[in-house]
């Protein structure tokens, strides 16, 4: 029950638990209906929908995508940065949804910021000298 309270189960989980309280509690599903109404049983079953679809290409891509892309990144990256950025945000849905993640190094210098900090806090510091000396 906790892993499906928390929203971390995947679709044959789901799905087990699912069947085995219908199994269970026969008329917890016209129970459901009722409660719900059609219109909101219809947003969950298409809410179920892309649930089965995602599980379906997380399926697909999980096994070689990863490992591809982190072997792939010194060109890809280079040569199609849009397309690297958009298969490590998917690579990263799949690993990191799920608890598993991946090692990337990003081959350009991350900007650092350490004079913009050190202005800011010298006029912090500046403005409470001067409320210490009033």
Known sequence: ???????????????RLALKAARLNPRLIPWIWEQAGTRDLLKWLRSYIAFTFDSLVSWLLLGWLPDWLKGSQSWLEKLFPALWLRLLSLSYTLTEGIGRSIKVKLHYPIPNYEQEQTGINLSLKRSEKAQEGR
């Open 1 to 15: 029950a906790e892993t499906f309270i928390k929203d971390k189960t995947n679709w044959l989980t789901f799905n």
